[in-house]
């Protein structure tokens, strides 16, 4: 069964400062990854996804993310951090096999910006 | 493309009343997800079609929940009584081929509350 955990409910960061949230995942397959973000009173809308290919992935809004398959890890980066980034990440994790279809979501993250 | 179309945005019952959650994809999505958000459990899955057919709704709490998608254009969600614990953020989202590495399009949610 796959899972996803995120480190940190909470992440505060001063504007202009590296962003970096944190995922990890359990798959029993080669897995597909997602992190969506969700701002105040809205639906979630994608940042990025790794499918297959290339580990780094970029995504909108300056996020990228890193495949590491050695430490199950999709970790969220962005160098510098805008006011506007201010919202709730999720990461997710969906695996391709027999079986119904899944997007298994983490908890989330919410990051706050201090200007 | 409007996305995907949720109404109401906000309800509020008392314990016992009928609710009915109304949901419009984005045309041409052939996979309907309906999803239930709270502080407690996160993000959870309850159901999901394939061409208006349900595919898999074991996330579906009990049997006061139901959910319906008469056409390609539209799905109901309903609780039927509802219980104050059935409290959260409902969103429906839709994608075009429900494949694990599809994205999924959210719509902006219904915040239910029932007394």
């Known amino acids: 069964a796959q899972s996803v955990t995120q480190l940190g409910s909470h992440v505060s960061v001063s504007e202009g400062a590296l962003v970096l949230l944190r995922c990890n995942y359990s798959s029993s397959v080669p897995p597909y990854l997602f992190w969506y973000v969700q701002y105040p009173n809205q639906g979630l809308q994608l940042l990025l996804k790794?499918?297959?290919?290339?580990?780094l992935v970029k995504g909108i809004n300056g996020f990228e993310a890193e495949f590491k398959k050695s430490e199950t890890s999709f970790h969220l980066t962005k160098p510098s951090a805008h006011m506007s980034d201010a919202a709730e990440y999720f990461c997710a994790v969906s695996e391709d096999g027999a079986g119904s279809y899944q997007l298994t979501f983490g908890k989330g993250t919410k990051l706050s910006v201090i200007p | 493309d409007a996305g995907v179309i949720q109404s109401p945005r906000h309800e509020v019952t008392e314990m016992g009343q009928e609710v009915t959650l109304r949901c419009k994809p984005i045309s041409g999505h052939d996979y309907l997800f309906w999803y239930r958000q709270t502080m407690m459990r996160g993000l959870e899955l309850l159901i999901y079609f394939n061409n208006n057919v349900p595919i898999d709704d074991s996330g579906m709490p009990e049997d006061r929940f139901s959910a319906k998608m008469p056409n390609a254009s539209f799905s109901t969600l309903k609780i039927q009584p509802s219980e104050p614990r059935d409290s959260a953020v409902y969103f429906c989202?839709?994608?075009?081929?429900?494949?694990?590495?599809?994205?999924?399009?959210f719509g902006p949610g219904t915040r239910l509350t029932v007394l």
């Open positions: 989202a839709s994608s075009f081929w429900g494949a694990w590495a599809d994205t999924q399009y």
């Open positions: 790794y499918t297959t290919g290339a580990t």
